[in-house]
């Protein structure tokens, strides 16, 4: 387990590079003033969602990766409890008489796997939000941009400034 790159990727860089990534998006940025008043705000809008597809395909990746590693690691632990309860089940059932007691045995014997999953599966989870966040952003600048065509459109405009 701890040799094997199957189970492991970089939460911590994964969580760090995430976090900045959203932080740093640039539709936070945009200033309404400029919208209003329409000084370079298409420029600003397009290069800020062709960032925001950028980083949604970043964050894909890592969630790709974590999903991946989440699988492996999932499936590697109903294999090594099984593993486990039938070599070693007479053993077991000597020292704990209930089911229970067994399988928080067992339990307790994983538990750096459990943890270690745990974490993958909190990254899984930061990605996934952060990967929500930028659809729903999405559907805010689509819905920004057809209001300020509308609007220009009846003021005679051509161009979003």
């Given at each position: 387990?701890?040799l094997?790159?199957?189970?492991h990727?970089?939460?911590?860089?994964?969580?760090?590079?995430a976090?900045?990534?959203?932080?740093?998006?640039?539709?936070?940025?945009?200033?309404?003033?400029?919208a209003?008043?329409?000084?370079?705000?298409?420029?600003?809008?397009?290069?800020a969602v062709?960032t925001e597809?950028?980083?949604?395909?970043?964050?894909?990746?890592m969630l790709t990766?974590a999903?991946?590693?989440?699988?492996r690691l999932r499936k590697h632990?109903e294999?090594?409890?099984?593993?486990?309860?039938?070599t070693?089940?007479?053993?077991?059932?000597a020292?704990h008489?209930?089911?229970?007691d067994?399988?928080a045995?067992?339990s307790?014997?994983?538990r750096?796997?459990?943890?270690?999953?745990d974490?993958?599966d909190n990254l899984?989870?930061?990605?996934?939000?952060?990967?929500?966040?930028?659809?729903?952003?999405g559907y805010?600048?689509?819905?920004?941009?057809?209001?300020?065509r509308a609007?220009f459109?009846?003021?005679?405009?051509?161009?979003?400034?």
């Amino acid at each position: 387990f701890t040799l094997d790159k199957a189970y492991h990727i970089d939460i911590d860089g994964f969580r760090s590079d995430a976090r900045m990534l959203h932080k740093m998006r640039p539709l936070r940025k945009l200033d309404g003033d400029n919208a209003i008043e329409g000084r370079g705000f298409a420029k600003k809008l397009v290069k800020a969602v062709a960032t925001e597809v950028a980083n949604r395909g970043s964050l894909t990746e890592m969630l790709t990766q974590a999903q991946s590693v989440r699988y492996r690691l999932r499936k590697h632990l109903e294999s090594l409890e099984e593993y486990l309860l039938v070599t070693y089940g007479i053993e077991i059932s000597a020292a704990h008489k209930t089911v229970k007691d067994r399988d928080a045995f067992i339990s307790t014997q994983l538990r750096t796997y459990f943890k270690h999953l745990d974490e993958v599966d909190n990254l899984v989870a930061e990605l996934e939000y952060y990967i929500t966040d930028i659809d729903k952003a999405g559907y805010s600048v689509r819905a920004m941009t057809d209001i300020f065509r509308a609007v220009f459109v009846t003021e005679g405009r051509t161009d979003l400034g």
